[in-house]
């Protein structure tokens, strides 16, 4: 590009000289100078759409060695009684993760987009939830690693989903409309963009996302409710349950639940609905989760 720019400023002043047309040769300069700045524009363009895609095949990369990592260690636990293995794991470990971690500058840098940088930021804290499970001295079970790998999984083919997108790489079907716009933000877009992460699905989780209402009261709310239902546990898939209290205000507060399957919600709620006469909860919705 550097020497076509050359040759035409150089047949430009030429031409101009030929014709003594000056004119001619200031409008053939200020072309030059235009196209130019457009050439370098679209350098800076095609250099950052390059940048990202690379970027996009590192997080990929990364993430995947420090899943690796975790799987690694979980192995050393489960063989037992060799702690030098086990500290040379968690080494490792913490290896892989400071790869992962070195890229969080790049991707910030390269993509405004609040949702890959908010879904970076959960594969971040996903690896290390997942390695804080498996690090005890003591084996976890091996159903409760692979619920957490798919966990952390997930994250990591969303963020790239969402990151490729921008990037330019199409890892969706086209004839597929992806965009959603002008509708009511859900609790599921706010999961998207928020920096926070969703609790872990081996954990129980319960909370109150009620407009107006104080955290004394909150408290008190989920101190009553807690009980009846935080030792649950699906007897199929051994997984506990999410549950959130949701309203604009304390006189309509709607119950969210986020379980593994149908039945096992069927049964959060009704011990939910235990001396319940006279709380001003509804039931809204069920969302299984199938993950
Ligand atoms: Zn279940």
């Given at each position: 590009?550097?020497?076509?720019?050359?040759?035409?400023?150089?047949?430009?002043?030429?031409?101009?000289?030929?014709?003594?047309?000056?004119?001619?040769?200031?409008?053939?300069?200020?072309?030059?100078?235009?196209?130019?700045?457009?050439?370098?524009?679209?350098?800076?363009?095609?250099d950052r759409a390059a940048a990202?895609?690379?970027?996009?095949?590192?997080?990929?990369?990364?993430?995947?060695?420090?899943?690796?990592?975790?799987?690694?260690?979980?192995?050393?636990?489960?063989?037992?009684?060799?702690?030098?293995?086990?500290?040379?794991?968690?080494?490792?470990?913490?290896?892989?993760?400071?790869?992962?971690?070195?890229?969080e500058v790049r991707v910030f840098?390269?993509?405004?987009?609040?949702?890959?940088r908010a879904g970076f930021r959960?594969?971040?804290?996903?690896?290390?939830?997942?390695?804080?499970?498996?690090?005890?001295?003591?084996?976890?079970?091996?159903?409760?690693?692979?619920?957490?790998?798919?966990?952390?999984?997930?994250?990591?083919?969303?963020?790239?989903?969402?990151?490729?997108?921008?990037?330019?790489?199409?890892?969706?079907?086209?004839?597929?409309?992806?965009?959603?716009?002008?509708?009511?933000?859900?609790?599921?877009?706010?999961?998207?963009?928020?920096?926070?992460?969703?609790?872990?699905?081996?954990?129980?989780?319960?909370?109150?996302?009620?407009?107006?209402?104080?955290?004394?009261?909150?408290?008190?709310?989920?101190?009553?409710?807690?009980?009846?239902?935080?030792?649950?546990?699906?007897?199929?898939?051994?997984?506990?349950?999410?549950?959130?209290?949701?309203?604009?205000?304390?006189?309509?507060?709607?119950?969210?639940?986020?379980?593994?399957?149908?039945?096992?919600?069927?049964?959060?709620?009704?011990?939910?609905?235990?001396?319940?006469?006279?709380?001003?909860?509804?039931?809204?919705?069920?969302?299984?989760?199938?993950?």
């Open positions: 590009m550097a020497d076509l720019s050359l040759v035409a400023v150089l047949s430009g002043i030429v031409d101009a000289l030929e014709e003594v047309s000056w004119t001619a040769a200031l409008s053939g300069i200020a072309g030059i100078a235009v196209g130019a700045v457009l050439n370098a524009y679209l350098r800076y363009r095609a990202r895609k690379e970027l996009v095949e590192a997080i990929g990369v990364v993430a995947d060695q420090c899943i690796a990592a975790v799987i690694d260690l979980h192995a050393v636990v489960v063989a037992g009684n060799n702690s030098a293995d086990r500290w040379k794991a968690i080494a490792q470990y913490r290896r892989e993760y400071a790869s992962v971690i070195a890229l840098r390269e993509f405004k987009d609040r949702r890959v959960k594969i971040t804290n996903r690896l290390e939830r997942f390695r804080n499970l498996v690090a005890d001295t003591e084996p976890v079970p091996d159903a409760k690693v692979e619920l957490a790998q798919s966990w952390v999984e997930k994250q990591l083919s969303d963020t790239i989903s969402f990151a490729s997108t921008i990037a330019g790489i199409n890892l969706t079907d086209p004839s597929r409309p992806i965009f959603i716009g002008f509708r009511r933000v859900t609790r599921q877009d706010r999961k998207v963009l928020s920096f926070g992460d969703e609790p872990a699905p081996w954990e129980f989780h319960m909370e109150t996302q009620v407009g107006g209402m104080e955290d004394k009261d909150s408290q008190a709310f989920l101190a009553h409710n807690k009980p009846k239902v935080e030792s649950l546990m699906c007897t199929v898939h051994n997984r506990p349950a999410h549950i959130y209290f949701v309203g604009h205000d304390r006189s309509n507060i709607a119950i969210e639940l986020e379980t593994c399957c149908e039945e096992f919600a069927r049964q959060v709620e009704k011990k939910l609905a235990g001396g319940r006469k006279n709380d001003g909860l509804r039931e809204k919705s069920q969302k299984p989760r199938s993950t």
